[in-house]
């Protein structure tokens, strides 16, 4: 993929123009986007069957019970959603414990949006009880006005009643809000609510998502902190 900014989608006047940052979770703050596709490979393994780029692509982004129905779907198998559930949740423990880690750039950015006083929230498809563990165990909690998940939602992602629900609790219109995602359902949630969007994908070789303000390699990428405007002595801090 070519990462470059879109002068079409990015204009000069956007640059310092937002008030808030709302980031997604797995594959965007934290490394457990790869940590499921490891866990729904041993599931499917387990069945003598393959975790393929088509379903890995199908899943992505969705809530853990529509990516699991998906699954079920795809490879016709005969568990439930809560029976894989359970089986993902029973996998995943030990990785959390030896492989979790944050993304490369996810604690700098933090850092400088706390200094800059930036309001930030996460807004993800993830479950309540997943996210707010691994936030605790790195001691994030406090670092978020919010935490937004897909039990607080009727429409989840692509759907923009996420962001909009977002703007809601942080009292600022959408378009003042930064969204960071990592998958196209997320991009295109944000995109339909307003916001300002910059896609960091997890799928390096897919097609960038529309109406994004530019794609970046990661969340090291110095174009996301010049959209926000820090002062230099909020940088240098």
């Not at 969204?179 to 997890?202: F, I, K, Q, R, T």
Request: hydrophobic content about 45%.
């Amino acid at each position: 993929m070519v990462i470059e900014s879109s002068t079409e989608r990015w204009p000069v006047e956007t640059a310092g123009g937002f008030q808030a940052v709302a980031f997604d979770f797995d594959g965007l703050l934290f490394n457990t986007e790869e940590l499921y596709q490891e866990v729904g490979q041993a599931i499917l393994s387990r069945r003598g069957r393959n975790l393929c780029p088509g379903l890995l692509a199908v899943m992505r982004g969705k809530p853990n019970r529509a990516a699991l129905r998906a699954m079920i779907d795809w490879h016709r198998l005969d568990e439930s959603v809560d029976q894989l559930l359970a089986e993902t949740d029973a996998l995943f423990e030990p990785l959390l414990a030896t492989r979790l880690s944050p993304m490369p750039g996810a604690t700098t950015l933090l850092d400088r949006l706390e200094r800059a006083g930036t309001p930030r929230a996460i807004v993800t498809s993830g479950r309540r009880g997943f996210v707010l563990p691994i936030l605790a165990r790195y001691g994030w909690a406090a670092r978020f006005a919010f935490v937004l998940t897909a039990e607080d939602v009727l429409l989840d992602k692509p759907h923009p009643e996420p962001y909009l629900e977002a703007a809601r609790q942080f009292g600022i219109p959408p378009e003042r809000i930064l969204v960071l995602e990592d998958s196209h359902h997320g991009c295109a949630a944000g995109v339909a609510a307003g916001n300002g969007v910059v896609c960091v994908p997890s799928e390096r070789d897919a097609a960038p998502p529309h109406g994004v303000l530019f794609v970046a390699a990661s969340l090291e990428d110095r174009r996301i902190v010049d959209l926000l405007g820090f002062l230099p002595h909020v940088e240098a801090a």
